[in-house]
T-cell receptor, first 112, second 113 residues
Framework: RKEVEQDPGPFNVPEGATVAFNCTYSNSASQSFFWYRQDCRKEPKLLMS???SGNEDGRFTAQLNRASQYISLLIRDSKLSDSATYLC?????????????FGKGTKLSVKP | NAGVTQTPKFQVLKTGQSMTLQCAQD?????MYWYRQDPGMGLRLIYYSASEGTTDKGEVPNGYNVSRLNKREFSLRLESAAPSQTSVYFC????????????FGPGTRLTVT
């Protein structure tokens, strides 16, 4: 089983739609979870950390299910500017805790 | 603040040539990382430096060397470039806190012919 798995998409949605991305991770000892956003030909940028209780930042909601080793990102009222690739990221438990494992990303395209 | 800077932005090498990719940060972060990103492969860790004076191998270290010159700078060297090293290279930094979020430079696009 790969360490961090995501549906590669692409997800093509109209403006204003709600879209959800899912991610599973294999190491049950992982402690830190993130969603990063990567625009075409740009560097990844931290979108939000994911906390055990779930957290919200404006139109974005992230949830963590440790029992199922599952992370989700919900985007409400999609904007054209949300078009990007969304990377699920998990820290590597054991060894250097600062090392992160990146999923391959889910591509989102928001259409007018 | 510039954050994380990388030079050069683009580079074309011939097989067998050497080069050094430079990374500098003004975020006062302890840890620095080098990744490569290939289509369909996601980001893969090449080397990292948890703190000044230490370096360790990541997932794909073969063909690369690194130097943590000081707290601000972390360089990646290709001694004898191969076409398989054609990729986009990202440097990242993190402050070694409990959450470990990383901040990336703009990347270097390297083509080896």
């Amino acid at each position: 089983r790969k360490e961090v798995e995501q549906d590669p998409g692409p997800f093509n949605v109209p403006e204003g739609a709600t879209v959800a991305f899912n991610c599973t991770y294999s190491n049950s000892a992982s402690q830190s979870f993130f969603w990063y956003r990567q625009d075409c030909r740009k560097e990844p940028k931290l979108l939000m950390s994911v906390y055990s209780s779930g957290n919200e930042d404006g139109r974005f909601t992230a949830q963590l299910n440790r029992a199922s080793q599952y992370i989700s990102l919900l985007i409400r009222d999609s904007k054209l500017s949300d078009s990007a690739t969304y990377l699920c990221v998990v820290n590597m438990a054991g060894g250097s805790q600062g090392n992160l494992i990146f999923g391959k990303g889910t591509k989102l395209s928001v259409k007018p | 603040n510039a954050g994380v800077t990388q030079t050069p932005k683009f580079q074309v090498l011939k097989t067998g040539q050497s080069m050094t990719l430079q990374c500098a940060q003004d975020m006062n972060h302890n840890s620095m990382y080098w990744y490569r990103q290939d289509p369909g492969m996601g980001l893969r860790l090449i080397y990292y430096s948890a703190s000044e004076g230490t370096t360790d191998k990541g997932e794909v270290p073969n063909g690369y060397n690194v130097s943590r010159l000081n707290k601000r700078e972390f360089s990646l060297r290709l001694e004898s470039a191969a076409p398989s090293q054609t990729s986009v290279y990202f440097c990242a930094t993190s402050v070694q806190t409990r959450s470990y979020e990383q901040y990336f430079g703009p990347g270097t696009r390297l083509t080896v012919t």
